[in-house]
């Protein structure tokens, strides 16, 4: 098969670093814009990128694009693309439409114009008038903006944050994704040690130990395009066995370490690092952040403090605050970083960080306080 083009989707404030995520893979970016990082592949590319990308939210698949300015442009735009040469005959292919700053806003017609060129197109070269759809699935998305219509269809299914290993909820956990954005940011390298003193269901650190140990993300779960009949037998499970022979083994255990007031919480980021193969180098521990202190050298805080949104928690949230400016200041080779939604979070800490960034965790705005520590000595 020729050149494909991808489209990894990525949150607001990510999208540089899922480009970097697709440059170290070994793929050319050709345009990142509307959150979209476009990049040059061969089908290969689908299960390594669903596998490897951390910071991804999807990977979608551009059928095409091409100007639509009206639904006859739509139409025929939509037909002539080469859907055949991706969906089978019994393919089940949803349509969903959006569009932005475009001519043709109205998505219920965008959507129903679309299905109709593909179903019209597919109806031609199958040679029969009905499709029963029972088989691999195929979501067919079109994103106009600017009247550009573009066409594709999700190889990934479930978000990319989904890893497989979160099964149990605790109050306001992470995102996966944005937890590994957080640490590609913090530069960690998995010889530093690494605290975050409130873990809640340890995802920060489950996304760390997984990237110490070099583990695809995406080992434990499926995807849609694993069943497409595009990919021969061997693409897929080669990714796999690529990705399960990449693991590193001998990582030093006991660097990482997750801290938490609720047993319970303590409880279920334990058996989240267990699904996620890597509780042999966290330790997990019961403890109240008054009791947090240490004497090591050089060590990164990574954390998601509570927020305080909640009615009656914002005052005990602030003087936690300055608490964790109190202790962490006093760390003075350490570096920390922290994300949180509250406006005066420097304030309470007492201390302006060295970089701030605005980032979205579930749709809510927050800034990632970045505080830069100093080296280690060369030795
Ligand atoms: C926003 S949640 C962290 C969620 C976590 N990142 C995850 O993905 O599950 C904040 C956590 O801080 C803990 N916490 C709140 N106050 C604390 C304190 N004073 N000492 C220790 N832990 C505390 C809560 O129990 C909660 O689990």
Partial sequence: MDKIELMATSTFGMEALVKKEINDLGYEITEVKNGRITFEADLQAIPRANLWLRTAERVLLKVGDFKARDFDELYDGVRSLDWPGWLPENAEFPVSAKSIDSQLSSVPTCQSVTKKAVVDRLKAEYQREWFDEDGPLYPIELALYKDRAILTIDTSGTGLHKRGYRELSVKAPIQETIAAGMVY????????????????????????????????????????????????????PRARVEAKKAKKINVEPRLIMGYDQDPEAISIARYHAKQAGVEDIIHFQEQKFADFSTNRKYGYVITNPPYGERMGEKEEVEELYREMGEKFRALETWSYYIITSHSKFEELFGKEASKRRKLYNGGVETQYYQYYGPWPPKN
Wanted: with cysteine; proline share 6%.
């Fill in 185 to 236: 940011l913090s530069r960690w390298d998995k010889d530093r040690i690494l605290i975050d003193p409130f873990c809640g269901s340890g995802t920060i650190l489950i996304e760390a130990a997984m990237m110490a140990k070099n583990q695809a993300p995406g080992l434990k779960r499926k995807f849609n395009s694993e069943k497409w009949p595009v990919f021969e037998d061997f693409e897929w």
